[in-house]
């Protein structure tokens, strides 16, 4: 169930509680469903009991797969419920550590951007796209709020384009209606209006707006390519050998995947991730499906799995960040280079 959808439609409280109790049965995929189930209890209007639920999460720090994201929303709660100094206090701490994660960026300055606090989720924005996108020549695609909602806050703050806002720009995928008119402060004094063309004009505009945000949340899961650490590997292997010839050896296994991907980027393929694999859960998956692990056309499926949980890591990495392989070096100097 999306957890957008009209309270009218849907128990969103019955289906917290349905996403509770799916998290305690699997309990490696707790932190995105307790995260759904947190959004369904704030569309309920019930945002103390979706606060226990980011607390839940953030008291197991060690467990968590993005503290950040989990601190991000809990903050952008909290102020919804006049918890507004508690809810600062997250945002500045979540500044202050700077994430590599685009999400909790964009969290905090649109719930800065909600509460007209404009001048701070421009910083905030700012602060973003300063950190990931500095010598960047090609956005990726979990970067591209941080960049429409910079430049959104501009045209509220009346500031002029910049070479980041230009770039915003180039992002925006409507062809009926351009980034700037979409974020005109005065689009919305025309709603007001008793003017029938004025209305009608905004209705159309409000339509390209829809149509661009429809488009997005259609997105389809990353193609996301299956890597296995050295030791999941190892294992894997030792386990159920037939699945030798597909992975010859594990350095081999790393260079597949990084050409892989760029053949996939270069054909003009977007959205690429990569997801890791488990031998625990490789093997549950297979057993779900009533197949033997052994079966090399499982792969593709499992990796795909692993994107839908939301699993997958953006590629490419930047190029100054730990490269996706888990070496403890930059991305430019291991497969990056």
Known sequence: MRPDTPAENVDHTAEAARLERTAGLYPEDAETLLLRAAAHLELADARPASTALYDRLLSTPDTLENAPLVRALKAS???EYDHEAEARAIIDGIRTTAPRDPAPWVIVAESLESHD????????????????LTDVEEPPYATHPVL???HRVRRMLGLPHDDWDARADTLHSSSAISLDEL?????VWSLGSDNPEELAAEISRLRAELGAYREALSRPFPVAVLHWPATELTELLSAYPDLAAE???HPEHLATIESSLRE???SGTGNLGIVTGTVPSYEAFAASEGSSPSDTTLLPQYATTLAARGRAVAWP????????????????ACHGS
């Open 264 to 266: 996939l980027s270069a």
């Open 77 to 79: 709660n909290l102020w």
């Open 148 to 150: 429409i909602g910079r």
């Open 117 to 132: 606090e404009l001048e701070a989720a421009h910083d905030t924005f700012t602060e973003a796209a300063t950190l990931l």
């Open 183 to 187: 974020h005109d402060p005065k689009r």
């Open 317 to 332: 990495p930047q190029r100054t960040s730990d490269c996706w392989c888990g070496q403890p070096q930059p991305y430019d």
């Open 247 to 249: 992975y010859p050896s």
